[in-house]
């Protein structure tokens, strides 16, 4: 008997090492299984903060660059604006030489050392891209022109420019100086 009690204690430690193996296993395969559920959770969550984080950046990025377009324009502007304040100054003495040369011309004086002195301000204007406003014979623009006398003449169409009295300048695309003119009306 002794043999068969060894027997049956035998075939019983066997079913129950295979319950405990199955159950062993599907504990395995229920904690698997949350802790798959648990990380995907986990993933997705991290994949929001980084989409997040990205847009943050983004529009942070969007920013500075706005303010390094907006700091560039103001730099620019102000060093134009300072050009521009110099140049009128300028001007002011330019027509001066200008004035003295058509002096000397009609008195008929030698003015090759005002010529030469002319050419160097008009390198000096160009180098700082101040184009002067040619009028004679266009229409009056308030924009680029300051009228400070009529003349009647039915010939012409209202408001030609038939005299510039000063000559206009711009600089970097804006007027800084407007021209003297004097303007046409038919009556």
Same mark, same amino acid.
């Given at each position: ?31 698997? %299984? ?7 959770? /986990?993933?997705?969550?991290? &994949? ?7 847009? &943050?950046?983004? /529009? ?47 008195? &008929? ?9 002319? %050419? ?42 038939? &005299? ?24």
């Amino acid at each position: 008997m002794s043999n068969e009690t060894n027997s049956d204690e035998v075939t019983v430690d066997v079913k129950s090492n295979n319950e405990t193996e199955t159950n062993s296993s599907e504990e395995e395969s229920e904690l698997l %299984k949350t802790d798959i559920e648990s990380l995907s959770k /986990l993933l997705d969550l991290e &994949k929001q903060k980084t989409s997040e984080y990205e847009e &943050k950046l983004k /529009l942070v990025l969007a920013d500075f660059q706005n303010l390094d377009r907006k700091t560039q324009t103001d730099i620019k502007n102000g060093v134009n604006s300072k050009i521009n304040e110099f140049m009128l100054d300028f001007l002011k003495i330019y027509d001066d030489f200008v004035l003295a040369k058509e002096v000397f011309s009609e008195s &008929k004086i030698n003015s090759e050392g005002l010529d030469s002195i002319l %050419k160097n301000m008009n390198s000096l204007l160009k180098k700082y891209q101040v184009i002067s406003i040619d009028s004679l014979g266009e229409i009056f623009d308030p924009n680029f022109h300051e009228a400070i006398s009529i003349v009647n003449d039915p010939d012409l169409d209202d408001n030609t420019i038939t &005299k510039e009295i000063r000559k206009g300048y711009i600089s970097h695309e804006r007027v800084i100086r407007p021209t003297l003119v004097e303007i046409s009306k038919k009556e």
